[in-house]
C-alpha cells in the first residue's frame, strides 16, 4: 500500500475487508447476482451434461482462427450491449419515476427507486460498456470475421496476437462483471474527469475498476489494431491493389490507424491518473499544483477519435450492403477511400468542442467549430454516394437494406445535430443537455442499425444458414420504434432545458416526455425478445434454411462471397487473383464463378495455443488485485504474464501443414452440399471469358 487510503486493509487480502462495509442490501445487486448466477450456472450445467467441454476447449478457447475470434468477440460485445442495455431502462425508468417533489421513493430512494450514488455508478457504467466492451468488441469482432476473407488472406498476419487481444478484451469484460458484486464501479461519470476521479473524492474501489479495465481492453484494442493494419498491408490476395481493396476494408484500414494512435494516449492519461491515486503524485490535482484540465485534454484527444474509431466500420456496412441490395457497384468507389480516410484524418482535430464553454477564447473556439465542421464535408460525400448507388438501382428492401436504409437516415439527422453542436453559440445553450445525449446517442444508433445489418447481411457465409426473416423484421420494426420513441423526446427535453444525469426531476411539465422514453424502452425490450427468438429459431431451422451457393444474396459483390459459407478454416482452396474491387460482381460477369482451383496444393496454418487464454486469466488476476491493492497477487499476475511469453518465445511447433489431399476431401465435401448451380461448376472449374485470366493460383 503506497498512499495511506481511508478503511481497512491488510497484506493478505488488500483492500477486501472493505466488502464488509459494502451495501450488500441492496435489492437490484441481488437480483443482478442471481441473474447471472442463473444464467452462468444453466450454461455450465448444459456444457457438462452435453460433453461438450473438450469441444469447447479445443475448438474455440485455445482457437487462433480469426473468424472463431470474431464471433467471440462479436459474442462479448452482445452479452455487454444487453447489459448496457439494461441499465439504460433503469435510468428512463427511474427518472420517469422522480418526477415533482411528491414522487415516491423505494428501495431506499428518495425519489424513484435509486439512490443518488447508485443512479451515478449506473451512468458510469453504462457509459464504459458500451463503448469499450460493447461497440469496440462487435466492430472488432466484425472486421475479424470480414476482412481476411474480404482481402483473399488465409488468417491474420499475427493470429497468435490476434487471440491475445480477444482474451485481454474478454479479460475486460470479466472485471466489469466482478464488479457489479466485488466492491463497486465508479460513479465518476464515463470519461472519468478529475478531480472527481481523485482518490480525495472518490476513496473506493469503484474508480480502480475503471481505470483498470479501461487499461486491459486498450491495450487489447491496440494489439488488435497492429494485426489488423498488418493483415490489410502485406496479406492481399495477387491483384488487389489499395484502390481494388472493398469498402469494408478501407474502412477497418481507417479505424485501426485511429486505434493505433488514440488508444496509446489513453493509456498514458489512465496511467498518470492512477499514479495520482496509488502513489501520490500530482499530475491532475490543481490543490497538488497539477493541471486536472490536462486530464480532460489528453482523455478527449482519444476520446473525439473513438467516435470515427466506432463509426467508420459502420459506413463499411453500409458500403457493402447498399451494392448488393441496389444490383449497382457503389457510387464513385474512389471518391468513397478519400471521404474515408479524410474522416480518419480530421477527427484528431476537432477534441476541443468537448469544452466550448470553459473559456479558452474564440480564436481557439473558432478553429475547433471549423475543425469540427469540416468533418460533414466527407461524411456528405458518403451520403450522397450511397444515395446515388440507389439511384436508378434494383432496389430489394430485405432485412439487411431496412438496416442500412435506417442507418443512414440517423446519420443525417446525428449529423445535422452534429453540426449545431459544432456552433460555440448553440453549444453554450445546449451543453450538458440531454440534447447533447441525444445527439451522440443518435449518432451510436446509426452505428447499432448498420451492425445489426451487417450481422444480417453476412450470417449465411459465416454460419452457413439465414437468420429467420420473419422474426428479423420483427426485431427492425420494434427496434426502430424504441430508436423514436426514447430519442425524439430527449431531443426535445434537450430544448426544454432537461440537463443529464439528474436523479430527480423537478419539472413536471416534463413527465409526458419521459413517459414517452419508457415506453420507447418497452418498445427497445421487445426487440431485444424478438432478437433471442429469431437467433433460436434461425438455429433451430438451420437445416431448413441451409446456404446452397456462395453468394446467398445472389447480387454479393466482394470477394468474400468467391468461397463456401461457411468459409473453411483455410478460408480459400487457392490463393485467389483479384481483378477488380467487386471481384465477385466482375466473376460473375465474366463466367468465373466455379470455386475449383486448377489444382490443390498444400496449406500452412498456425496451431491453436492456450497461452492467450492464460494470458488473459493472469491480467485478469493482475486487474483485480491492482482494484485492490493486493500487492503479493499483482505481482505474481506480472511474473506470470512474462513467463508465459517466455514460454511462447521458445515454442517452436506452432504451426502445421495441410495435405493437398485433405484440403481436396475438404472442398468436395463443401461443394456436395451446394446447389445445382454451384455443382455445374465442378464440371466446368475454369471456363474463362475469352481474354481474362485464370481466377486461381
Known amino acids: 500500500m503506497f498512499m495511506n487510503i481511508p478503511g481497512p486493509w491488510n497484506p493478505i487480502f488488500g483492500r477486501l475487508p472493505m466488502l464488509l462495509d459494502l451495501h450488500y442490501h441492496n435489492p437490484w445487486i441481488m437480483f443482478a447476482l442471481a441473474l447471472v448466477v442463473a444464467g452462468g450456472g444453466t450454461v455450465l450445467a448444459a456444457l457438462t451434461y452435453y460433453r461438450l467441454w473438450g469441444w469447447l476447449w479445443r475448438d474455440w478457447l485455445t482457437t487462433v482462427d480469426h473468424k472463431k475470434i470474431g464471433i467471440m468477440y462479436c459474442l462479448i460485445g452482445l452479452i455487454m450491449l444487453f447489459r448496457g442495455f439494461f441499465e439504460a431502462g433503469m435510468i428512463r425508468a427511474h427518472q420517469a419515476m422522480a418526477v415533482g417533489p411528491q414522487s415516491p421513493g ?85 470519461v472519468g474527469l478529475t478531480p472527481l476521479t481523485q482518490l480525495s473524492h472518490s476513496p473506493g474501489v469503484g474508480v480502480d475498476y475503471w481505470i483498470w479495465i479501461i487499461q486491459i481492453s486498450s491495450i487489447g484494442t491496440t494489439v488488435g489494431a497492429v494485426n489488423i493494419i498488418a493483415t490489410i498491408l502485406k496479406m492481399r490476395a495477387p491483384g488487389m491493389t489499395l484502390l481494388r481493396m472493398p469498402m469494408f476494408s478501407w474502412t477497418a484500414l481507417g479505424t485501426n490507424i485511429i486505434a493505433l494512435t488514440s488508444f496509446p494516449v489513453l493509456t498514458v492519461a489512465l496511467f498518470l491518473l492512477t499514479l495520482d491515486r496509488y502513489i501520490g503524485t500530482h499530475f491532475f490535482t490543481a490543490d497538488g499544483g497539477g493541471n486536472f484540465m490536462m486530464y480532460t485534454n489528453l482523455f478527449w484527444v482519444w476520446g473525439h477519435p473513438e467516435v470515427y474509431f466506432v463509426v467508420l466500420p459502420a459506413f463499411g456496412f453500409l458500403s457493402e450492403i447498399i451494392p448488393t441490395f441496389s444490383e449497382k457497384p457503389l457510387f464513385n468507389h474512389a471518391a468513397m477511400i478519400v471521404a474515408t480516410m479524410g474522416i480518419a484524418g480530421v477527427s484528431w482535430a476537432v477534441w476541443l468542442h468537448h469544452f466550448f ?114 422474426l428479423g423484421r420483427l426485431f427492425f420494426w420494434l427496434f426502430w420504434g424504441g430508436s423514436v420513441f426514447v430519442f425524439v423526446p430527449m431531443y426535445a427535453l434537450g430544448f426544454l432545458g432537461m440537463t443529464r444525469r439528474l436523479d430527480y426531476i423537478a419539472h413536471p411539465g416534463w413527465w409526458p416526455l419521459l413517459i414517452l422514453e419508457v415506453f420507447g424502452i418497452a418498445l427497445y425490450t421487445a426487440s431485444v425478445v424478438a432478437f433471442v427468438l429469431q437467433i433460436a429459431v434461425s438455429l433451430r431451422d438451420r437445416e431448413k434454411n441451409r446456404v446452397v451457393t456462395s453468394d446467398p444474396w445472389r447480387t454479393g459483390r466482394s470477394l468474400e462471397w468467391a468461397t463456401h459459407c461457411p468459409p473453411p478454416f483455410y478460408n480459400f482452396a487457392a490463393t485467389p487473383i483479384v481483378h477488380d474491387y467487386d471481384e465477385w460482381a466482375w466473376r460473375r460477369e465474366h463466367g468465373l464463378t466455379s470455386l475449383v482451383p486448377p489444382h490443390y496444393a498444400d496449406i500452412h496454418m498456425p496451431k491453436n495455443s492456450m497461452l492467450p487464454l492464460v494470458l488473459g486469466a493472469f491480467a485478469t488476476i493482475f486487474g483485480f488485485a491492482a482494484v485492490w491493492r493486493i500487492w503479493w497477487l499483482a505481482g505474481f499476475a506480472v511474473a506470470a504474464v512474462i513467463i508465459t511469453l517466455i514460454v511462447r518465445m521458445f515454442q517452436k511447433d506452432v504451426d502445421y501443414i495441410v495435405p493437398a489431399s485433405e484440403v481436396e476431401r475438404i472442398e468436395q465435401a463443401h461443394l456436395a452440399q451446394m446447389d445445382s448451380e454451384a455443382q455445374q461448376s465442378l464440371h466446368a472449374p475454369n471456363e474463362a471469358a475469352p481474354g481474362s485470366r485464370i481466377a486461381t493460383s
Request: proline share 5%; no cysteine; glycine share 10%.
Open 106 to 190: 423505494i428501495l431506499g430512494a428518495e425519489h424513484g427507486f435509486l439512490t443518488p450514488f447508485h443512479l451515478s455508478e449506473i451512468f458510469t457504467v453504462h457509459g464504459t460498456l458500451m463503448i469499450i466492451v460493447a461497440a469496440t468488441p462487435l466492430l472488432v469482432g466484425m472486421m475479424n470475421l470480414i476482412v481476411p476473407i474480404q482481402i483473399g488472406a488465409r488468417d491474420m498476419a499475427y493470429p497468435f496476437l490476434n487471440a491475445i487481444g480477444l482474451w485481454l478484451t474478454a479479460s475486460a469484460a470479466a472485471l466489469v462483471m466482478v464488479s457489479l458484486f466485488v466492491g463497486s464501479f465508479s460513479h465518476a461519470g464515463w
Open 357 to 470: 464553454i470553459m473559456g479558452q477564447g474564440p480564436v481557439v473556439n473558432t478553429f475547433f467549430s471549423i475543425a469540427t465542421m469540416l468533418v460533414g464535408i466527407p461524411t456528405g460525400v458518403k451520403v450522397f454516394n450511397w444515395v446515388f448507388t440507389m439511384y436508378k438501382g434494383r432496389i430489394r428492401l430485405e432485412t439487411p437494406m431496412l438496416w442500412a436504409v435506417t442507418s443512414v437516415l440517423l446519420l443525417i439527422g446525428g449529423g445535422m445535430t452534429g453540426m449545431m453542436l459544432a456552433i460555440p453559440a448553440i453549444n453554450y445553450v445546449t451543453h450538458n443537455s440531454v440534447f447533447v445525449v441525444a445527439h451522440f446517442h443518435n449518432m451510436f444508433l446509426l452505428i447499432v442499425f448498420a451492425l445489426f445489418g451487417a450481422v444480417t447481411y453476412w450470417w449465411p457465409k459465416v454460419f452457413g444458414f439465414y437468420l429467420d426473416d420473419r
